[in-house]
């Protein structure tokens, strides 16, 4: 056999190396240190006595092998040294985002509007038809705006709160310009180049240029409101003033319902308000436009006609 410190051939009866005076156990497996750093490996077979054993041992340097040994655990070390340390930053930086974000710019509205799709292709006198109002009129609680309606028999409106105002309108366009001449009593009156742009969804304008003056109006597609007065129970009525009263001309009209309702013609604009006595042959007529208005007025009953302001009215009989 081989002794497994100094590799010198021995016999299998030895159990101390002559050479090195190694002690030697037949019933394991030799591992043991060299002088030179090395360690042999070898396991002893007990079955085999030959003297001529070819064996060449096998050696691995210890120091190199616990260089490695230890490369590879600060390599390990350093890798996770380095991961928690990226957590830790991350869990303790602070990111201060604002609450609210500003993502359109002041005149972005403005560039919406301009941009609005328009499905009019050609405009006509028909594209007219419906209720508008002014360009960014709105009512309040207290008080009204005017609306203005065109209808297919050439009907032309005014509501504005509890006042109607009716008159006409007519096309008169011509090759590629639009006009339309627009008579209202007390309303728009003039002939005016009109154009329409705009869709169903997100509604219409009406642009009306006046040819003399170049005066314009802004309208916008709106459903008509109208805001009339309530009487209250309080209102002092004159009994004899009930019924329908009409001047000789036709012109102008007065409606005295007994509720304290009054329905006030003057042309073609009709004032529905709320009338009482107010003195000794005074009444005084409320009604809305912008806000709430009164109106003042004398009269006096004589031979069965009713006197306003100087005015005859006789009555009408009623069916």
């Known amino acids: 056999m081989i002794c497994p410190r100094c590799g010198q051939v021995i016999s299998d009866t030895e159990t101390i190396c002559p050479f090195c005076y190694q002690d030697i156990d037949r019933n394991i497996e030799f591992n043991d240190f060299r002088k030179d750093g090395f360690v042999e490996i070898r396991t002893k077979n007990e079955a085999d006595t030959s003297e001529s054993i070819n064996y060449t041992p096998k050696y691995f340097n210890i120091a190199e092998f616990n260089i490695f040994v230890i490369a590879i655990v600060f390599i390990l070390v350093v890798s996770l040294f380095t991961v928690f340390s990226l957590k830790f930053v991350q869990s303790t930086h602070v990111e201060y985002v604002p609450?609210?974000?500003?993502?359109?710019?002041?005149?972005?509205?403005?560039?919406?509007?301009?941009?609005?799709?328009?499905?009019?292709?050609?405009?006509?006198?028909?594209?007219l038809l419906g209720s508008w109002k002014i360009k960014g009129s709105e009512e309040s609680e207290t008080g009204a705006i005017p609306y203005y309606s065109f209808a297919k028999d050439g009907v032309a409106q005014e509501n504005y709160g509890s006042i109607t105002s009716t008159g006409t309108y007519k096309d008169l366009s011509e090759d590629d310009k639009n006009i339309v001449y627009i008579l209202i009593d007390n309303g728009i009156k003039g002939t005016y180049y009109f154009d329409v742009t705009g869709n169903k969804d997100d509604g219409y304008t009406l642009t009306l240029k006046n040819i003399e003056s170049g005066s314009q109006y802004q309208l916008v597609s709106a459903t008509a409101k109208a805001k009339k007065l309530t009487p209250t129970e309080d209102l002092k009525l004159d009994k004899k003033l009930f019924g329908y009263w009409v001047n000789e001309d036709e012109e102008k009209s007065y409606r005295f319902e007994k509720d304290g309702i009054v329905f006030r013609v003057t042309g073609?604009?009709?004032?529905?308000?709320?009338?009482?006595?107010?003195?000794?042959?005074?009444?005084?007529?409320?009604?809305?436009?912008?806000?709430?208005?009164?109106?003042?007025?004398?009269?006096?009953?004589?031979?069965?006609?009713?006197?306003?302001?100087?005015?005859?009215?006789?009555?009408?009989?009623?069916?």
Do not use: F
């Open 99 to 127: 609450e609210y974000h500003v993502t359109t710019s002041p005149t972005e509205p403005e560039t919406q509007e301009t941009t609005v799709k328009n499905t009019v292709k050609k405009v006509t006198i028909k594209n």
């Open 268 to 319: 073609g604009t009709t004032t529905e308000g709320v009338w009482s006595v107010t003195d000794k042959n005074v009444i005084t007529i409320q009604y809305m436009k912008e806000t709430v208005k009164s109106v003042t007025l004398d009269y006096i009953l004589k031979d069965g006609k009713l006197y306003i302001t100087e005015t005859e009215y006789i009555k009408q009989n009623q069916d």
